[in-house]
């Protein structure tokens, strides 16, 4: 892992800062913590631990369940969404909302950043993937810091059937998203010009997340982009690796607030 002393947050905040600037806001998994400080993981454990939920097993990896029926599968969309709308970080986002990125990609369904947008009277636009969200998104206006566009690209809690929760409705959802204009086209547009990528608790050891780096065109042969990742834990070398290699990420040891405070600051 390279030290901080490595990472230039001046540049990064002078070129995030740039009127002209095309950076895209990742928001990974390891953001979501319900308003008790728990996160995702714990609290899927938790609610699969009780054997009146009828889930099967649940694995942490892919943040996916396997369950023991129809009605089990039903319940525990209840409770994923119960906590999903209930997750994320005030004080990060509004630090967030602070440096206005055109385009922000929330690799989870919640509606976290989207909630303190609101609360601080930001314009934007939501949006989100499923396989059959395409005829309702087709006119999504083009991402711009005057009005941002964020984008729930694994589903939302608003909509039931865009919920991914177990291997086969992943599957499903992987088929429909990895073809070239499977996004809205200003989205794909944006995509294509974008010149540099933020990445806030993302996973890279799981591997439905390293295709969703590939779908959004981190590493781009015909220009060098500015790619940086800030998590709550420290990734293991094989993984930085996979990143640098296939996505030219650079790593910093700072977690997203500390990440965030600093750009802020520059």
């Known amino acids: 892992m390279p030290d901080n002393i490595t990472i ?9 800062q740039n009127k002209e600037s095309k950076c895209v806001l990742i928001l990974g998994p390891d953001l979501s913590v319900n308003q008790d400080g728990v996160s995702y993981k714990s609290y899927f454990r938790e609610i699969t631990s009780d054997k009146n939920n009828g889930i099967f097993t649940y694995f942490e990896n892919e943040n996916l369940f396997a369950f023991n029926d129809d009605g089990a599968w039903k319940n525990t969309r209840r409770l994923v969404k119960e906590f999903y709308k209930n997750s994320g970080d005030p004080g990060l986002f509004e630090m967030i909302a602070r440096i206005r990125f055109p385009l922000i990609i929330n690799v989870c369904p919640d509606r976290a950043l989207n909630k303190t947008f609101e609360a601080m009277g930001i314009k934007f ?9 395409g005829p309702k998104f087709k006119n999504l206006q083009y991402p711009s810091k005057e009005n941002p566009v964020i984008f729930n690209i694994f589903g939302s809690v608003d909509t039931d059937t865009s919920l991914i929760l177990d291997h086969d409705k992943l599957y499903e959802t992987i088929q429909y998203l ?21 990445l806030l608790g993302m996973k890279f050891e799981s591997w439905q997340y390293q295709l969703i780096c590939h779908k959004l065109k981190l590493k781009d042969i015909n220009s060098h982009k500015i790619n940086l990742s800030a998590s709550y834990s420290t990734d293991t070398d ?4 996979i990143a640098r290699k296939n996505f030219e990420i650079d790593f910093t040891n700072d977690n997203p607030m500390q990440a965030f405070g600093r750009l802020i600051n520059e």
């Open 8 to 16: 230039d947050y001046k540049e990064i905040a002078e070129y995030i």
């Open 178 to 198: 990895l073809p070239d204009n499977s996004l809205p086209e200003s989205i794909e547009t944006f995509l294509k010009q974008a010149s540099g990528f933020l």
């Open 125 to 133: 636009t939501s949006a989100y993937f499923s396989k059959d969200s």
């Open 238 to 241: 094989t993984v930085s690796v």
